[in-house]
């Protein structure tokens, strides 16, 4: 009876001891879910930005579209203006690089048939198929090369000046769009003329008190 005795309690205490361990792995388990609830409620919830409704920032735009030609149009979502803008650098850089390609050559040319050495004949490739340099056609030739080296530095630099152009117009561009975008164009906008009686003060006669115009009223 006794081992019987000694048995029965140590198996009470067993079931005690593991109902205690399942009642503190069941608080665990409410405080892990609680903890998560309330780190869930605390997030921020992103709202996606409504673009019918957005408006650029001019000074922005006008920061980018200075630090990177056509980042302010990009910027005001006006992407139908890059290919004009792109295409007007493109078209620079080409007549510059050409024309100066051709100033150089020019150039190069006048200097050897200025300095009288046989050595230096670069202006050959200039002239037409069986054509030379003699003391007859020389002076022609020198007021030739001079003349088109002078015209193609002219280009180069017209060139270096449409680009600087075409960054400025960006740059204005992107800035005036930006300010604008807030401009009012509703069907409110109205200009409305219609005839109106104008009265004449320190008229003397009574025929004259009084003319006809027209009044012009703006709505906005």
């Not at 149009?73 to 493109?90: E, H």
């Not at 975008?181 to 109205?190: A, C, Q, R, T």
Request: glycine residues 6%; proline residues 4%; contains cysteine.
């Amino acid at each position: 009876m006794g081992r019987l005795f000694v048995i029965i309690a140590t198996l009470a205490m067993a079931l005690t001891c593991h109902a205690q361990e399942e009642a503190e792995l069941v608080n665990d388990t409410l405080r892990t879910d609680e903890v998560s609830i309330m780190i869930d409620t605390t997030k921020q919830v992103k709202v996606p930005r409504d673009w019918s409704t957005w408006k650029p920032n001019p000074q922005r735009a006008l920061w980018l579209a200075l630090v990177l030609p056509g980042a302010g149009q990009i910027y005001n979502r006006k992407y139908w203006k890059l290919p004009i803008f792109y295409g007007g650098f493109m078209g620079c850089i080409y007549a510059l690089t050409w024309n100066n390609m051709m100033y150089k050559d020019y150039s190069q040319a006048y200097l050897d048939i200025m300095d009288n050495d046989p050595n230096t004949a670069s202006y050959n490739k200039f002239l037409h198929l069986g054509v030379k340099i003699t003391d007859a056609n020389k002076k022609r030739y020198e007021e030739l090369f001079k003349g088109r080296k002078d015209k193609y530095r002219r280009w180069r630099d017209m060139s270096i000046f449409v680009m600087i152009g075409v960054y400025a117009l960006s740059v204005i561009d992107a800035y005036v769009d930006a300010e604008l975008s807030e401009f009012d164009i509703s069907k409110d906008l109205s200009l409305e003329v219609r005839p109106t009686v104008i009265s004449n003060r320190g008229g003397g006669n009574p025929l004259q008190a009084q003319s006809v115009g027209l009044s012009c009223f703006l709505n906005f």
